[in-house]
């Protein structure tokens, strides 16, 4: 079994940043992709990036390219999410996930999930 906590959210003006974090404990393997997703209020939850175990591939969705960064430090089983010029339209709860050995956008491929983290943007 393998456990995800989100921390790091909060309240930031528009073009500002936040940095989420999310730790990893249980069962962690070497082989585990993480990704972040995302759902704001009365939408789907949407894919935000992924980072394979290496850290060698990271991808992105279009919506957040070039102002999100996802990094690991698998010594301290901690993923980060980065986050700069934020805007209104990134407000949403924020979700880290973990898959075995895949490299996916795809929610149903990642098997565990932790509680999610509230990013407010305000205009």
């Known amino acids: 079994q393998v456990q995800l906590v989100e921390s790091g959210g909060g309240l930031v003006q528009a073009g500002g940043s936040l940095r989420l974090s999310c730790a990893i404990s249980?069962?962690?393997?070497?082989?585990?992709?993480m990704a972040w997703f995302r759902q704001a209020p009365g939408k789907a939850r949407e894919f935000v990036g992924y980072?394979?175990?290496?850290?060698?591939?990271?991808y992105y969705a279009d919506s957040v390219k070039g102002r999100f960064t996802i990094s690991r430090d698998n010594a301290k089983n901690t993923v980060f999410l980065q986050m700069n010029n934020l805007k209104p339209e990134d407000t949403a709860v924020y979700y880290c996930?973990?898959?075995?050995?895949?490299?996916?956008?795809?929610?149903?491929?990642?098997?565990?999930w932790g509680q999610g983290t509230q990013v407010t943007v305000s205009s």
């Open positions: 249980g069962r962690t393997y070497s082989s585990y992709t």
């Open positions: 996930a973990a898959g075995l050995g895949i490299l996916t956008t795809v929610e149903t491929r990642f098997a565990y």
């Open positions: 980072i394979s175990w290496s850290g060698a591939n990271t």
